[in-house]
């Protein structure tokens, strides 16, 4: 066989590789969304769950998924901001600095499950915090902190060197130049960053089974003082989440639409990625744009 | 006097510029001393938990790691507990090893085609494709296991249809995403003038693709690999909602088995604290914990190593 009937061969073989990948990844996106989307409406997406009947919602779960994310933003972007800062920005090259990178990327590679039990005998056992939305929150931090660093820093590496120089320049301390020139200049970049990271807390599920919890208790959505047991925004109540909520009712669910509930739930988690998707591309480009007067 | 102490003080106080950049220091500095002892704390104490089977319940390290029956609520004749871990263990393995054989060839033959073939559609398609679905949460993968590779599977080779095989379908395409697209910024690496000089000697594009970009590739393809391993290693959900969870040895790929997450998510629960039960799934959890230390080091030396080559 010659170089070119070879070659004609590998480049067919390539082809059909590419397509066949296209083809798993498309069916799957079709399957979920065109299995999940018919079960979608207003009184699923509001109604609480029901744990024998038919026709139950996920109202309880989606404000919950919503609630952890927030406060789980809240906690872990203050750290990873400054993580970032002193990584990029002040962090000699040497030994310790080295160790500590080491450090993040271990923690960015634990399974999510360990992450779960460690919060789960940190916070709930020791800290005595019980399953609530606390103990989920700063467990879904661990989880987020070392990709939203990295994130961070990744967007502080894109602002050119000259601009440092420039604020150095000026007579600015090194941290006026960071806040006052390069973070600016980096928010488009770190709230894409921010709002990808957001994406994947969204979707946790393994570190939150020991830590959130497995059960939804109702909520009364008129209450809005965060210290009775039935206000939503309590913290220290146990929150199912919407993905927890599809591994639970596939698992050990005894309702009898559990399927139809659980396709509704993977077609909502999957659209609020994609809408994570996009609006992360959206905004990222728009900030740019109004910042840089580009 | 006075005067000149006064001065001697104004002139070596710190001006309101220095405190705050050194304040700023300190708060940034912190914060990464705060993800530091995350990690410092997450270790000691799943390890301290770990060990407790061995040190408190005296089970013995070997018989551990070798033991067939996993039942830690009955002792054997001997009246040791029975708790060997080998079935999660190799099932674990066993799941991460297929999964990656399997997705790693569509994996790089799909970058090589994004990069080599046909950069426009690679760009268009396939890119935003498997950036999405890198970031399908594990759940829905497990779900779609359950509801259309399970019942696959009991049609093709009966039985339950839950085992290593569904596991291994559910996790060649979590992984796939994450693998493709780390391949791509592998040959993206590779310098245009690499295949410039390749091409101009006379090969063909497969040549090209075979001989030199592969071959510069290797390091980054390899990482991209263990890191996909790394993340099936770890997936607990969407494993444990098809693998069938028969804490056996697995005996063929159809029969349900279990891993070691899918037994920790399970069982925590259900087990007192402080229990042998429970010290033992936190043997399990160190387990994974050391593995998982593990593939980061290898993925570190292939990258030291890639690095001297270049």
């Known amino acids: 066989?010659?170089?070119?009937?070879?070659?004609?061969?590998?480049?067919?073989?390539?082809?059909?590789?590419?397509?066949?990948?296209?083809?798993?990844?498309?069916?799957?996106?079709?399957?979920?969304?065109?299995?999940?989307?018919?079960?979608?409406?207003?009184?699923?997406?509001?109604?609480?769950?029901?744990?024998?009947?038919?026709?139950?919602?996920?109202?309880?779960q989606l404000f919950n998924s919503f609630y952890l994310l927030f406060l789980a933003m809240l906690i872990s972007f203050p750290i990873a901001l400054g993580a970032a800062i002193y990584l990029y920005e002040y962090a000699k090259n040497n030994w310790l600095t080295t160790t500590i990178r080491t450090a993040i990327e271990i923690l960015s590679s634990l399974p999510s499950v360990v992450v779960g039990l460690f919060g789960f005998l940190f916070f709930v056992v020791k800290l005595r915090l019980g399953f609530s939305i606390l103990s989920g929150a700063f467990a879904l931090t661990f989880f987020n902190l070392p990709l939203l660093t990295?994130?961070?820093?990744?967007?502080?590496?894109?602002?050119?060197?000259?601009?440092?120089?420039?604020?150095?320049?000026?007579?600015?301390?090194?941290?006026?130049?960071?806040?006052?020139?390069i973070l600016p200049a980096a928010v488009p970049s770190i709230l894409t960053g921010v709002i990808l990271s957001a994406g994947r807390v969204f979707g946790e599920a393994a570190a939150l089974i020991y830590t959130?919890?497995?059960?939804?208790?109702?909520?009364?959505?008129?209450?809005?003082?965060?210290?009775?047991?039935?206000?939503?925004?309590?913290?220290?109540?146990?929150?199912?989440?919407?993905?927890?909520?599809?591994?639970?009712?596939?698992?050990?669910?005894?309702?009898?639409?559990?399927k139809a509930i659980s396709s509704g739930s993977s077609a909502v988690l999957v659209l609020a990625i994609l809408i994570f998707n996009f609006a992360a591309r959206y905004l990222g480009k728009r900030l740019y744009k109004r910042l840089t007067s580009a | 006097m006075k005067s000149t102490q006064q001065l001697e003080r104004q002139l070596k106080r710190h001006s309101k510029a220095a405190r705050l950049e050194s304040w700023g220091r300190f708060i940034s500095f912190s914060a990464l001393l705060l993800i530091v002892a995350v990690v410092v704390g997450i270790i000691g104490f799943v390890?301290?938990?770990?060990?407790?089977?061995?040190?408190?319940?005296?089970?013995?390290?070997?018989?551990?790691l070798t033991e067939k029956t996993w039942n830690p609520n009955i002792k054997d004749a001997h009246g040791n507990p029975e708790v060997g871990a080998l079935p999660m263990i190799v099932g674990s393995f066993l799941i991460t090893i297929l999964s990656a054989i399997v997705a790693t060839p569509f994996a790089i033959g799909t970058a090589v085609f994004m990069n080599e073939i046909s950069p426009n559609r690679g760009a268009k398609?396939?890119?935003?494709?498997?950036?999405?679905?890198?970031?399908?949460?594990?759940?829905?993968?497990?779900?779609?296991?359950?509801?259309?590779?399970?019942?696959?599977?009991?049609?093709?080779?009966?039985?339950?249809?839950?085992?290593?095989?569904?596991?291994?379908?559910?996790?060649?395409?979590?992984?796939?995403?994450?693998?493709t697209s780390m391949s791509t910024d592998a040959l993206k690496a590779v310098p245009r003038y690499y295949r410039e000089a390749s091409l101009a000697l006379g090969a063909t594009q497969w040549q090209t693709i075979y001989k030199v970009v592969l071959r510069a590739a290797t390091p980054g393809l390899m990482?991209?690999?263990?890191?996909?391993?790394?993340?099936?290693?770890?997936?607990?959900?969407?494993?444990?909602?098809?693998?069938?969870?028969?804490?056996?040895?697995?005996?063929?790929?159809?029969?349900?088995?279990?891993?070691?997450?899918?037994?920790?998510?399970?069982?925590?629960?259900?087990?007192?604290?402080?229990?042998?039960?429970?010290?033992?799934?936190?043997?399990?959890?160190?387990?994974?914990?050391?593995?998982?230390?593990?593939?980061?080091?290898?993925?570190?030396?292939?990258?030291?190593?890639?690095?001297?080559q270049a």
Not at chain 2, 47 to 64: P, R
Not at chain 2, 226 to 239: K, S, T
Request: net charge positive; hydrophobic share 50%; glycine share 10%.
């Open chain 2, 125 to 179: 398609i396939l890119q935003p494709v498997t950036e999405l679905l890198v970031g399908i949460p594990s759940v829905v993968y497990g779900f779609i296991g359950l509801s259309v590779v399970v019942p696959v599977t009991r049609a093709v080779f009966g039985g339950s249809g839950f085992g290593i095989l569904s596991g291994t379908c559910v996790l060649f395409v979590m992984i796939l995403p994450t693998v």
């Open chain 2, 223 to 308: 990482t991209a690999v263990v890191f996909g391993m790394a993340r099936a290693f770890g997936e607990a959900l969407a494993v444990q909602m098809v693998i069938g969870n028969a804490a056996l040895m697995p005996s063929s790929l159809v029969a349900p088995a279990s891993t070691l997450t899918s037994v920790l998510t399970t069982g925590i629960g259900n087990t007192v604290m402080g229990s042998l039960q429970n010290n033992a799934l936190w043997s399990l959890a160190l387990v994974l914990l050391l593995m998982s230390l593990v593939f980061n080091l290898i993925i570190r030396l292939i990258g030291r190593k890639g690095r001297m």
């Open chain 1, 150 to 181: 990295r994130s961070i820093e990744d967007s502080l590496r894109t602002i050119s060197e000259t601009q440092r120089e420039g604020g150095l320049a000026l007579g600015l301390s090194r941290w006026e130049t960071v806040t006052k020139v």
């Open chain 1, 212 to 258: 959130a919890g497995q059960s939804a208790p109702a909520l009364n959505f008129m209450d809005w003082n965060p210290f009775n047991i039935s206000s939503p925004l309590n913290p220290m109540r146990p929150a199912e989440t919407l993905a927890v909520h599809i591994w639970k009712i596939n698992s050990e669910g005894i309702m009898p639409d559990a």
């Open chain 1, 1 to 60: 066989m010659n170089s070119k009937t070879q070659n004609k061969m590998a480049i067919g073989a390539l082809y059909g590789i590419a397509g066949f990948v296209v083809l798993i990844l498309l069916a799957l996106l079709g399957y979920i969304l065109i299995s999940g989307t018919p079960q979608l409406s207003w009184h699923f997406l509001t109604a609480p769950a029901k744990a024998f009947l038919k026709g139950g919602g996920v109202g309880v």
């Open chain 2, 47 to 64: 390890a301290s938990k770990g060990i407790a089977t061995f040190a408190t319940n005296h089970v013995s390290l070997w018989d551990f």
